[in-house]
């Protein structure tokens, strides 16, 4: 009882810090912000800060880890209250509550079952929310109203060691999460509108880290006419080769190409081929930590 309530009160404190700014200078639709990256765009820091913040509003909502979205002057939280999943939407500058949707949730059993409260982070983006409960259940909401969309379980009671801990992704009309548990998984990406399966990919289960979208590509289809000293003179109205300007940023857009190239051919092909190969050999050895009796079928099991 004692971490339980602990976990009500870090939750409630969140949404009240974030109400204390008075200041909705950019939307926070996700896990660590608009970009994944932590980062607040065109913040200006006050000359000087408050000794102390003043309190608008405070409210329970349950207990959790799960970060509050802002999106439009509404605050959308998922926490648990009791045996349920609660996602709450909230208005942001008063904390009336504007509506709720809630299901029951998988209990959690083993090691983390004192920490029962979802870990993974809302987001919200083109009129939808969607979350990832502690259960690996994944749920696309209405954001104005609080509709149910679609939810899915493709894995159900298979999660990993200690529970599910990745927020999901929205891209390009889809909604994207790591499902299932070690062993028995997949990335998983669903249309946003419909809760069609768009794509998978079920080489491995998930561990506790969230997805982010790697645009390696088109930053170096950008730095190519750098690199070839390609520019357009905006004084002459012309396209120029090899100007001066050019020469100056050739070599460092050369090195950022083939940095970028090389760091995503070992992220994507290299370190993913050596790690199934790695546990495929393990399982063909007998040495892995898979199949019955695993901390994955303990998991699903309980």
Known sequence: MRSTNRL?????????????SGVWAQDW????????DGKVANFTAPQSWP???TQKWRTSVGSGDATPALVGGRLYVFARQGDDEVVLCLDAE???ELWREKYAAQAVTGAAASHPGPRSSPAVAEGKVVTLGVGGVLSCLDAARGQLVWRKDPFPRVVPMF??????LIVD????AHLGGQGRGA???????????????DGEGPEYASP??????????????????????FHTMHWATRSESSQWWASMAIAVIFGLAFATLLTLVVVPTLYVTLMRARRWLGLGSEGPGSAADEVAAG
Do not use: C, H
């Open 8 to 20: 009500i009160g870090v939750v409630a404190g969140s949404v009240v810090a974030i109400v204390a």
């Open 29 to 36: 639709p996700q896990w660590r912000g608009p970009n994944r």
């Open 51 to 53: 000794a102390a913040l």
């Open 94 to 96: 008063d904390g009336k």
């Open 163 to 168: 529970f599910t801990a990745a927020s999901p």
């Open 173 to 176: 009309g889809m909604a994207v």
């Open 187 to 201: 990335i998983i990406a669903y249309d946003l509108t419909t809760g069609d399966e768009k794509w998978r990919w």
């Open 212 to 233: 982010v979208l790697l645009t390696a590509g088109t930053t170096i289809l950008g730095l190519i006419p750098m690199a070839t000293g390609v520019s357009y003179d």
